[in-house]
């Protein structure tokens, strides 16, 4: 009994950190915005991303700090994976004229902040 009662909080424990768990999402980006996930302090997190859109997404990550890493371009139905340290924002750009899709799952800490802008 008592070792369920350890595994029960313990998994409630991970749960509620976020050590278990992902966020999924299917983003639409305007022509010629950006998407940014994590401009905000938080710890490391992983994103899956799909371009399932018609246009090329050009992808970065930008130090809330300052600065930026070198981008990734990522065509129509391709995939990637984005490893993003922490206190540092996954920037997903539109470099098309048409509305991009863009699905999202990610894992790791998931306190981010989300937000649009334009370049």
Request: net charge positive; hydrophobic share 35%.
């Amino acid at each position: 009994m008592k070792k369920i009662i350890v595994l029960t909080v313990f998994v409630w424990s991970a749960v509620s950190c976020g050590v278990i768990g992902s966020l999924n999402s299917n983003t639409s980006i305007k022509p010629h915005d950006r998407f940014v996930l994590g401009q905000n302090q938080h710890g490391k997190f992983r994103t899956y991303l799909k371009n399932e859109g018609v246009t090329v997404l050009k992808i970065f990550q930008a130090p809330i700090a300052g600065g930026s890493y070198p981008p990734i371009l990522v065509n129509p139905q391709e995939t990637v994976q984005v490893k993003t340290d922490k206190n540092t924002a996954l920037v997903i750009e539109n470099t098309g004229n048409e509305y991009a899709s863009v699905t999202l799952k990610v894992k790791g800490d998931l306190n981010l902040g989300m937000t649009y802008q334009q370049p």
